[in-house]
């Protein structure tokens, strides 16, 4: 460093900027992209499945099944905005604009071959909001329609009231006050990781700025990406992050080492029981540790569905056999078929066998 330099004046910040709107305008985008970075963290939390789209009808979408037929959609208009919003300025239409904020919000939901699978409709303000029930002394962070005074209802309804297909649309509408706050929001998600992963396995060594990195660079990827997909894998690899890839994520930059009583008695079974040379041995080892990894920080449902399949069949046949390695043959021809894909391996599923023979199972 020039420390010469630290005394200098800045020729560039002798004058104003002539043109601010650019920052305003990324720092607006970018919040949208963190409060979704936030939201699939709260949604890993609790177990959920979920896909999270973003720029998909509304700045943010999220589907709570990744199963097409069972999914129903949350879509969120995400607003960064020093100002209080009320009914007049959510309704009315202001100079310069065609539609109103609460007519925009509804073209995006209603008369849409997708409307029927909309479960909820938010609008989410940084500025807060001040309706009736805040002058009644009330104080809540997501505001239901159905808080709104007969009034209130009255201005939405005639907002939208030349828009198609508007039957269900107000009961789903909420208003949100995001605690994600306006400023510093990228060290407050990357706090929000580690407090997640000291919760839901707490021990572990994690690499949060890592985790942040991959995630929030597949967020503006995907946003970035304004194809359409008319199938719903292709939309679900393109244009969303789901609860299976965070995990994924997650676990990539996680670790912590198996107990070492486990492993050496792992380590012994193998040498004894199925006669395998070092290279063999070591592959089993690796998927011994990335089963163990998944089981102690995976909240995906996939995970505890393939535990208690390997679970089940080993009590099925545990008293049949003396020898590990050839329980684990009857094991595999009961596994069902959604276990056995899960696995990209034979040895990943010698070492799943394995931790749950000698932690999960009581024989």
Request: include cysteine.
């Given at each position: 460093?020039?420390?010469?330099?630290?005394?200098l004046?800045?020729?560039?910040?002798?004058?104003?900027?002539?043109?601010?709107s650019?920052?305003?305008?990324f720092?607006?985008?970018?919040y949208q992209?963190?409060?979704?970075?936030c939201?699939?963290?709260?949604?890993?939390?609790?177990?959920s499945?979920?896909?999270?789209f973003?720029?998909?009808?509304?700045?943010?979408?999220?589907?709570?099944?990744?199963?097409?037929?069972k999914?129903?959609?949350?879509?969120?208009?995400?607003?960064?905005?020093?100002?209080?919003?009320?009914i007049?300025?959510?309704?009315?239409?202001?100079k310069?604009?065609?539609?109103?904020?609460i007519?925009?919000?509804?073209?995006?939901?209603c008369?849409?071959?997708?409307?029927?699978?909309?479960?909820k409709?938010?609008?989410?303000s940084?500025?807060?909001y001040?309706?009736n029930?805040?002058k009644?002394?009330?104080?809540?962070?997501?505001?239901?329609?159905?808080?709104?005074n007969?009034e209130e209802?009255?201005?939405?309804?005639?907002?939208?009231?030349?828009?198609?297909?508007?039957e269900?649309?107000?009961?789903?509408?909420?208003?949100?006050?995001?605690?994600?706050?306006e400023?510093g929001?990228?060290?407050?998600?990357?706090?929000?990781?580690?407090?997640?992963?000291?919760?839901?396995?707490?021990?572990?060594?994690?690499?949060?700025?890592?985790?942040?990195?991959?995630?929030?660079?597949?967020?503006?990827?995907?946003?970035?990406?304004?194809?359409?997909?008319?199938?719903?894998d292709?939309?679900l690899?393109?244009?969303?992050?789901?609860s299976?890839?965070?995990?994924?994520?997650?676990?990539?930059?996680?670790?912590r080492?198996?107990?070492?009583?486990?492993?050496?008695?792992?380590?012994?079974?193998?040498?004894?029981?199925?006669?395998?040379n070092s290279?063999?041995?070591?592959?089993?080892?690796?998927?011994?540790?990335?089963?163990?990894?998944?089981k102690?920080?995976?909240?995906?449902?996939?995970?505890k569905?393939?535990?208690?399949?390997?679970?089940?069949?080993?009590?099925n046949?545990?008293?049949?056999?003396?020898n590990?390695?050839?329980l684990?043959?009857?094991?595999?021809?009961?596994?069902?078929?959604?276990?056995?894909?899960?696995f990209?391996?034979?040895?990943?599923?010698?070492?799943?066998?394995l931790?749950?023979?000698?932690e999960?199972?009581?024989?």
């Amino acid at each position: 460093m020039d420390f010469d330099n630290l005394k200098l004046t800045n020729p560039l910040g002798l004058e104003p900027k002539r043109e601010k709107s650019g920052s305003d305008t990324f720092r607006k985008y970018n919040y949208q992209y963190h409060w979704a970075f936030c939201r699939i963290l709260d949604e890993h939390e609790i177990g959920s499945e979920f896909a999270l789209f973003i720029e998909e009808h509304e700045d943010v979408t999220i589907a709570d099944s990744l199963d097409v037929t069972k999914t129903t959609f949350e879509l969120n208009q995400i607003k960064e905005t020093s100002k209080r919003h009320t009914i007049h300025s959510l309704t009315n239409v202001s100079k310069g604009e065609s539609k109103s904020l609460i007519a925009k919000l509804a073209e995006s939901c209603c008369d849409k071959s997708y409307s029927q699978k909309i479960s909820k409709v938010n609008f989410v303000s940084t500025g807060g909001y001040s309706f009736n029930i805040h002058k009644e002394g009330y104080n809540f962070e997501v505001i239901d329609s159905g808080e709104l005074n007969d009034e209130e209802v009255k201005k939405v309804e005639d907002a939208i009231s030349n828009i198609s297909g508007i039957e269900g649309f107000i009961p789903k509408l909420a208003f949100v006050i995001p605690s994600l706050p306006e400023k510093g929001f990228d060290f407050v998600v990357e706090g929000k990781i580690s407090s997640l992963i000291s919760k839901i396995a707490p021990g572990l060594k994690y690499d949060a700025n890592s985790i942040y990195e991959c995630v929030i660079r597949d967020l503006n990827r995907k946003g970035e990406n304004s194809f359409d997909y008319k199938n719903w894998d292709d939309a679900l690899k393109r244009k969303a992050i789901t609860s299976g890839q965070l995990s994924d994520v997650i676990e990539q930059h996680i670790s912590r080492k198996p107990d070492e009583n486990i492993v050496s008695e792992m380590i012994q079974i193998l040498n004894d029981e199925y006669s395998l040379n070092s290279l063999a041995r070591r592959k089993i080892v690796r998927g011994f540790n990335r089963y163990y990894t998944r089981k102690i920080a995976s909240r995906d449902l996939i995970v505890k569905e393939v535990s208690n399949d390997i679970i089940r069949c080993i009590k099925n046949h545990a008293k049949k056999h003396t020898n590990a390695r050839a329980l684990e043959a009857d094991v595999k021809k009961e596994l069902n078929e959604k276990t056995l894909v899960f696995f990209p391996s034979q040895e990943d599923i010698t070492g799943a066998f394995l931790y749950e023979l000698l932690e999960g199972v009581e024989i």
